[in-house]
């Protein structure tokens, strides 16, 4: 297990020597000494079970901020919700009901959601607790076009590239196909959206949308990607839930892990690891219904 700095404080005045909190703690952070729960180990992953479970309020995990459950656009009910104590049907509608948005109206989003947002995001899991996640807020559609023109700037020059069946067969017979696959499967796609981006004056990258969060995370991590995807997922969720339209952009992040300037055009720093984008704004569409999903593979073992 990881080994980090333990922010962990128990008040003996107010510890009741009930034992829950040693009970839950992962890294064996807290024992009980006599009828008393004391902080004994070296180590801790300040996830704040011990906090959440303690019936009087006499622990505290210092690394842990009052700050990310303070949002902008509404109160946060902060008792805890046992399992099976939430409306299951509805939240499979929620999930259901979010579509990638493909159409947004030209309409800002208000900074005060994508904070939300990011402090929503935050609330996921990720592997031993590590907290990497980095979140840059776009808040204007300048700024999306900025990146935009930055972005197929990069995929102008990869089109280039993927057009010579010299370099093609050469990259192939030294076993990397990447640029043979990208030429098959997305060349002429990319191509007709640069035409309508220069051309046309339409947006295929971002679809019209007025804001984006960009999810990345700083080293450290041990499943960065995995947890950013959890992090995207609650995202995306909660953005539906306030009524906004969402669309994961994987274009822009291929662009920005083969080309670090664009990210550092962002204010993110080389170290940290972009994992997705995600276009935000008020959607220029509305469903009827809710429709199936594709047949998947399911084994009981």
């Known amino acids: 297990m990881t080994k980090r700095k333990v922010y962990t404080l128990i008040d003996p005045e107010k510890c009741i020597g009930c034992g829950l909190c040693v009970s839950v703690c992962p890294s064996g952070t807290i024992s009980m000494e006599g009828d008393k729960a004391v902080v004994t180990g070296d180590r801790s992953l300040a996830c704040g079970h011990c906090v959440a479970v303690c019936p009087v309020d006499a622990v505290q995990v210092t690394a842990l901020s ?16 046992p399992p099976g104590e939430f409306d299951t049907a509805a939240l499979a509608r929620l999930m259901a009901s979010r579509r990638s948005c493909r159409n947004f109206k030209d309409r800002p989003v208000e900074r005060t959601f994508l904070d939300d947002l990011a402090r929503i995001g ?28 930055r972005v197929l700037r990069f995929y102008r020059g990869l ?13 192939k017979i030294m076993g990397k196909n990447a640029l043979d696959t990208y030429y098959r499967e997305y060349y002429g796609t990319v191509k007709e959206a640069i035409a309508d981006w220069e051309q046309r004056l339409k947006d295929r990258l971002f ?3 007025t804001a984006a969060i960009v999810v990345g995370s700083r080293p450290g991590g041990m499943s960065p990607r995995e947890d950013a ?6 995202i995306l969720l909660a953005a539906h839930a306030m009524g906004l339209g969402s669309c994961l952009i994987g274009f822009v992040v291929e662009a920005m892990k083969r080309d670090r300037s664009i990210q550092r055009s962002l204010g993110i720093p080389d170290e940290e690891m972009v994992h997705g984008v ?4 008020y959607a220029d569409e509305r469903y009827q219904k809710i429709v199936g999903r594709k047949g998947f593979v399911k084994r009981y073992v």
């Open 207 to 209: 679809h019209g949308a």
């Open 278 to 281: 995600i276009a935000l704004g």
């Open 66 to 81: 009052e700050a990310t459950l303070a949002f902008m656009n509404f109160s946060l009910d902060r008792r805890w919700l």
């Open 159 to 171: 089109n280039r590239m993927a057009e010579s069946p010299v370099l093609r067969s050469l990259l």
């Open 122 to 149: 935050v609330t996921a899991p990720s592997a031993t607790n590590s907290q990497v996640w980095t979140f840059t807020l776009l808040s204007s559609r300048e700024t999306l076009l900025d990146l935009g023109e």
């Open 229 to 234: 995807f959890l992090a995207i997922q609650n």
